[in-house]
């Protein structure tokens, strides 16, 4: 499915996400997720291409991806852009850390 959008090269992006998820001992999670990883790039790449390019993938951690950028406008600035990793079970702990027993569960029915 990997599309290439100028300035985001998708397969490599998606080769550079995969050797951090080894790096960081979460390959076992990189089947389940690579999918969602994907159409997450595409997607930031689609939104944010003519203002940003490609630079680096940072880092992967239990929630997150972190990008490098290249900021087009101001060539001698980059960005980071840092996006939630399409697990399963991150949307409840999420909620779960942003409102505490709010999101629990009725218990008494």
């Not at 080894?22 to 944010?48: Q, T």
């Not at 490098?68 to 939630?84: E, Q, T």
Request: hydrophobic share 45%.
């Amino acid at each position: 499915m990997a599309t290439e959008i100028e300035g985001w090269p998708i397969k490599t992006i998606l080769s550079h996400i995969k050797e951090l998820y080894d790096k960081e001992g979460l390959s076992s999670a990189w089947p389940g997720e690579a999918a969602g990883v994907e159409e997450a790039i595409i997607a930031i790449a689609g939104h944010l291409r003519k203002r940003y390019s490609y630079r680096v993938a940072l880092g992967v951690g239990g929630s997150g991806i972190v990008l490098r950028l290249k900021d087009i406008l101001f060539p001698s600035m980059d960005a980071a852009l840092k996006f939630s990793r399409p697990s399963p079970g991150t949307a409840l702990i999420l909620a779960e850390m942003l409102g505490g027993a709010t999101f629990a569960p009725n218990a008494s029915g």
